[in-house]
């Protein structure tokens, strides 16, 4: 059944305000429902998509159902589709969601009328039996706790690409995002890191309409944790670098303790943990204020965004 013909219009100051990017690779046998739908709910907001490269229908396809449409000669990945949605989008808010069919757009009102009550972002956040596999569910609860951890607020999904966020803020951390798939993960932090208020609406997905998900678990799950800790440097580097100084002085202090008691003498060993200590404290010391300074009232954002 097209859900399209049971969605109402919404009113016309909302689709004045509104912008939604579309990123996009090889999803032509899903662009077309997808459209029609978002056409039928905002029949006067721009919907932008951004084709990342694609070899099959998709460009031609989203032109002929209203879109406009930003071209790239090569696969650049999802977060470089994102960041050209961004800069090329009107309106004063930019809905995200992917082009495969999996989100609803049905759902964009939720994250909107949260987006009313104050907040910054609102992402929406996927439930357990949304998730593509059992194994794809655990390892997004482990990455939402460990970045959860790190910020001090609760993250319900980290990785979710389906989100409301007020454009000029979003875009005062273009220049943090990456190119690859892990976007969501980088600006969730950004924000939280920036004092923007971020909220979570449960979301059920569909399934993927045409191909598979881009991502490869054995091969990005290594790399995305390898992002996170990125991000967390990014976000609050003591959180990192102070349990790793603690640990050190801790194994120094086991390593004399030890010594002393055996050979009666202070090693070598032990000196070099304790000055691994101080250094890497020092080194997260350093880091906070390098952070501080990057974040300060969004201005090297902007500065390097104007390039």
């Known amino acids: 059944m097209n859900m399209a013909m049971h969605s109402k219009p919404v009113p016309a100051h909302r ?32 919907i932008l998509l951004i084709d990342d490269g694609s070899n099959d229908a998709t460009a031609r396809l989203a032109r002929a159902h209203g879109a406009r449409i930003i071209t790239h000669p090569y696969s650049m990945g999802n977060g470089a589709a994102i960041k050209a949605g961004a800069r090329a989008v009107n309106g004063e808010i930019i809905v ?22 104050g907040y910054d972002m609102v992402v929406g956040a996927r439930d357990n039996a949304s998730q593509a596999s059992v194994g794809r569910s655990l390892a997004n609860r482990f990455y939402n706790a460990l970045a959860s951890l790190l910020v001090g607020h609760r993250i319900a999904d980290l990785t979710s690409g389906f989100r409301a966020v007020r ?20 600006i969730t ?9 971020v909220a979570y609406v449960p979301i059920e997905t569909g399934q993927r309409n045409g191909h598979g998900s881009h991502i490869r678990p054995l091969r990005d ?26 640990l050190f002085f801790l194994l120094g ?14 090693t070598n060993m032990s000196a070099l943990l304790f000055s691994a ?18 974040y300060k009232d969004g201005r090297y954002s902007d500065s390097r ?3």
């Open 253 to 266: 202090l086991g390593n004399y303790g030890y010594t002393y008691a055996v050979e009666g003498r202070f």
């Open 189 to 197: 932090m950004a924000f939280f890191r920036a004092g923007y208020s």
């Open 96 to 117: 995200s969601l992917d082009a495969d069919g999996q989100h609803r757009p049905e759902d964009i009102e939720k994250l909107l009328a949260k987006l009313d009550e």
């Open 15 to 46: 689709a004045a305000t509104l912008g939604i990017v579309l990123p996009a690779k090889n999803e032509a046998a899903a662009l077309p429902e997808l459209l029609d739908r978002l056409r039928a709910i905002y029949p006067k907001t721009e």
């Open 305 to 307: 965004e104007s390039h």
């Open 167 to 186: 454009a000029a803020k979003f875009r005062e951390f273009l220049y943090l995002l990456p190119n690859g798939f892990s976007y969501p993960t980088t």
């Open 221 to 246: 799950g290594a790399r995305f944790l390898l992002i996170i800790l990125k991000v967390a440097t990014l976000y609050s580097p003591l959180k990192l670098f102070a349990p790793a100084s603690v």
């Open 277 to 294: 200590s101080v250094i890497v404290f020092l080194i997260g010391l350093l880091s906070e204020q390098i952070t501080a300074l990057m």
